[in-house]
């Protein structure tokens, strides 16, 4: 059974730093590539990164390019976003999702998914 479970997110200040985890089991990060989305109150869900199952090739929404990091750790089987100089419109719930091959490519679409973390970012 195909579970994603996120974790770390939390109230930060503007300009914080915040690292999500997701922890996989069911399958590999062998398997599937693995998206965040994320989506705040009103607006629509936004794919914000994704890496990809083989040569952790990664992809990054425009709103985050540069200041959030995806990566991914196999020996644990899980994925993790290094979130830097945050911003308020940066607050959402994000999810992890696995897609349903082992590439990132747009648009991102979501397969499994996990139960989601809040990130608030204000002062």
């Known amino acids: 059974q195909v579970q994603l479970v996120e974790s770390g997110g939390g109230l930060v200040q503007p300009g914080g730093s915040l690292r999500l985890s997701c922890a996989a089991s069911?399958?590999?990060?062998?398997?599937?590539?693995v998206v965040w989305f994320r989506q705040a109150p009103g607006k629509e869900r936004e794919g914000v990164s994704c890496?990809?199952?083989?040569?952790?090739?990664?992809l990054y929404a425009d709103s985050v390019k540069g200041r959030f990091t995806i990566s991914a750790d196999k020996a644990k089987n899980t994925v993790y976003l290094h979130m830097d100089s945050l911003k308020s419109e940066d607050t959402a719930v994000y999810y992890c999702?696995?897609?349903?091959?082992?590439?990132?490519?747009?648009?991102?679409?979501?397969?499994?998914w996990g139960q989601g973390t809040q990130v608030t970012v204000s002062s």
């Open positions: 999702a696995t897609e349903t091959g082992p590439w990132c490519a747009y648009p991102f679409k979501g397969h499994h």
């Open positions: 069911g399958f590999t990060l062998d398997d599937y590539a």
């Open positions: 890496i990809s199952s083989r040569e952790a090739a990664t």
